[in-house]
């Protein structure tokens, strides 16, 4: 899957607490991207990146922050869980803007 | 307002036939036209794209027409097979820049032997 890691695949947490997603690249490509997906619905664009401390809102960027300190890696954070972002999350990079995403295989969050 | 609709939450087919997936969109600005597949418990995977210069695409077994003056674009699976089977997403962006793309709910194709 174009060498892209999500950790962890599974989690469960509590409403209030924070929480970090990882996304891992090998493939050192410049664009990266956190969407989410609910179930029936398609994916929605969360944040991105264009480069490394280079990052911008998506979509649905409320109650979530992203960090972006090395081409590799690409962290979002959920500052302060809550039920409405239960749901599974992916990770997706490309080397330009014009070419297709390759996804990761998605972290599964459930907020309790 | 849902930019991007597919209007079937699922479709069914024989194996050998034809599938055929829509996706109508209402934002005139989108130019960039994908479509991805997606099997449970994986991430997406880019199937086929399409421009707004060209009406028609293929590869292989699967074609993406688009109709711009409809804002309507269907992917063509000939012949289906029953690997083929999963949820595929139409995805639309504007100016080429596939990575703020905006996705359709998704169609669960089902292909039976």
């Known amino acids: 899957d174009a060498g892209i890691t999500q950790s962890p695949r599974h989690k469960v947490t509590e409403t209030g607490t924070p929480v970090t997603l990882r996304c891992h690249q090998t493939e050192n490509h410049r664009y990266m991207y956190w969407y989410r997906q609910d179930p029936g619905h398609g994916l929605r664009l969360i944040h991105y990146s264009y480069g490394v401390k280079d990052t911008d809102k998506g979509e649905v960027s409320d109650g979530y922050s992203v960090s972006r300190s090395k081409t590799e890696d690409f962290l979002l954070t959920l500052e302060s869980a809550t039920s409405s972002q239960t749901s599974v999350y992916f990770c997706?990079?490309?080397?330009?803007?014009?070419?297709?995403?390759?996804f990761g295989n998605g972290t599964r969050l459930t907020v309790t | 307002d849902q930019q991007v609709k597919q209007n079937s939450p699922s479709l069914s087919v024989q194996e050998g036939r034809i599938s055929i997936l829509n996706c109508d969109y209402t934002n005139s600005m989108f130019d960039y036209f994908l479509w991805y597949k997606k099997y449970p418990a994986e991430g997406p995977t880019f199937l086929i794209s399409?421009?707004?210069?060209?009406d028609k695409n293929e590869d292989g077994r699967f074609t993406v027409f688009l109709n711009k003056s409809a804002k309507h674009l269907s992917l063509h699976i000939v012949p289906s097979q029953p690997g083929d089977s999963a949820v595929y997403f139409c995805?639309?962006?504007?100016?080429?820049?596939?990575?703020?793309?905006?996705f359709g709910d998704g169609t669960t194709l089902t292909v039976k032997p």
């Open positions: 995805a639309a962006s504007e100016s080429t820049n596939a990575g703020k793309s905006t």
């Open positions: 399409i421009s707004s210069i060209k």
């Open positions: 997706a990079i490309s080397d330009q803007t014009g070419s297709p995403l390759h």
